[in-house]
C-alpha cells in the first residue's frame, strides 16, 4: 500500500481552479474507525462552499475535501468488529474522501446494497443520511401527505421525491428547465413547477385546492422563506437545509401562529457521530432494502478522474447537472 497518495488539496481556498492533484500521507484510522480504498466519491454543495471559505470543517474533522465514498476496507482500528479487511462498503466521511485512501467511523459505513455497482453506492450517504432524517426524523413526513421539494432535479432534490413517493406521500418539485421537470417527473413527483416563469405558491394551492402542502423541503432560501410559510397548510412544516439564496429574510411571522406552522432545519456535518450511526442503522433497515429492489437508485449525471476535481465543481457551480456528480478514484 505503501506510505503516500494522491488527493485533492484546495487549500488556502478560492474558485475551482484551487483545487489541485498533489499527494499526502495515508492517515491512520482512529480506534473506531475504518481505511477505505476510495472506488469512488461523491461531488456535494458543502464540498464546493468549503472549498470557497464558507464552510470550515469541524476542529476534528480531515482538512480536505470529500463527504462520502465507496471502496474497500483495507484496515481497521482496534476497537472495530462488525467491519472485516476486504468489505466494501460506502461510508459519510469526516472529509478526506478525494483521495485514494480515506478513514471513516466504522458506524458511518454502510454494505453495498444488493445489486449496486461501487460508483452507485458512492451516490448514497451524503443524500441519503440528509434527505432520511430531514424528511421523516425532523419533518415528520406521513403516508398521503402532500410535500413540496425545491430544486427538485439535484441529488438531494430526486432522492427526496424518490423516498417521499415510495412512503406514501404525494411530492410536488420545482425546477428550472423542461429537461429538469421531466427529470422530476421520472423520480416520481406529481407535480412539477417551472420556478422560472410559475408561482409554486399558486401552483401549490391549486393543486391542492387552496389547502397548502404539508411539508416543504427547502435549500434556497431568501426570498423562498416567506412565500415557504405562505405556501403551507395548516399545521405545515419547513424544513431547511441549505441557504443558497442566503440566510437573511425579512418575515411575516404571523401564519406561523395562525396556521400553527413548524420552522425547523438541520445540518449533517456537524451533528454528533451517535446521531449519524442512528440515520444510518435506519437507512439500512427501511431504504436499503428498497434499493437492493431497483428502486429510489440514485441518478448520476457525471463521473471525473479525480485529477478533475475543478472541472467537477465548476459544473455544480452551474446548476447545469441533473443529479449527481462523482469522481473516480484511480491508483
Partial sequence: MGNTMHLIDHRPGGSADCLRLTQAAIPTPAADEVLIKVAYAGVN????????????????????????????????????????????????????GYAEYCCAPATHCLPLPHGLSLLQAAALPENYFTVWTNLFDRGRLG???????????????????????????KVLATAG???????????????????????????????????????????????????????????????????????????????????????????????PGAEKAAIAIALQEHVWPLLSAGACLPVIHATFPLAQAAQAHALMESSRHIGKIMLEIKP
Avoid: W
Fill in 177 to 271: 428547465s423542461e429537461e429538469k421537470l421531466d427529470a422530476c417527473r421520472q423520480a416520481g413527483a406529481s407535480l412539477a413547477i417551472n420556478y422560472r416563469n410559475e408561482d409554486f405558491v399558486e401552483a401549490v394551492k391549486a393543486y391542492t385546492s387552496g389547502r397548502g402542502v404539508n411539508l416543504i423541503l427547502d435549500m434556497v432560501g431568501g426570498s423562498y422563506m416567506q412565500r415557504n410559510i405562505d405556501a403551507l397548510a395548516i399545521e405545515g412544516r419547513l424544513v431547511q437545509i441549505a441557504f443558497l439564496e442566503g440566510s437573511q429574510a425579512e418575515l411575516n411571522v404571523m401564519p406561523i401562529m395562525l396556521k400553527r406552522l413548524t420552522f425547523t432545519g438541520s445540518t449533517l456535518r456537524a451533528r
Fill in 45 to 96: 454543495r458543502p464540498d464546493v462552499l468549503q472549498r470557497s471559505g464558507n464552510y470550515p470543517p469541524p476542529a476534528d474533522a480531515s482538512p480536505f475535501l470529500g463527504l462520502e465514498v465507496s471502496g474497500e476496507v483495507v484496515a481497521v482500528g482496534s476497537a472495530v468488529q462488525a467491519l472485516k479487511v476486504g468489505s466494501l462498503v460506502c461510508a459519510l466521511t469526516p472529509g478526506g
Fill in 143 to 169: 403516508r398521503g401527505e402532500t410535500l413540496l421539494v425545491h430544486g427538485g432535479s439535484s441529488g438531494i432534490g430526486l432522492t427526496t421525491i424518490q423516498l417521499a413517493s415510495q412512503f406514501g406521500a
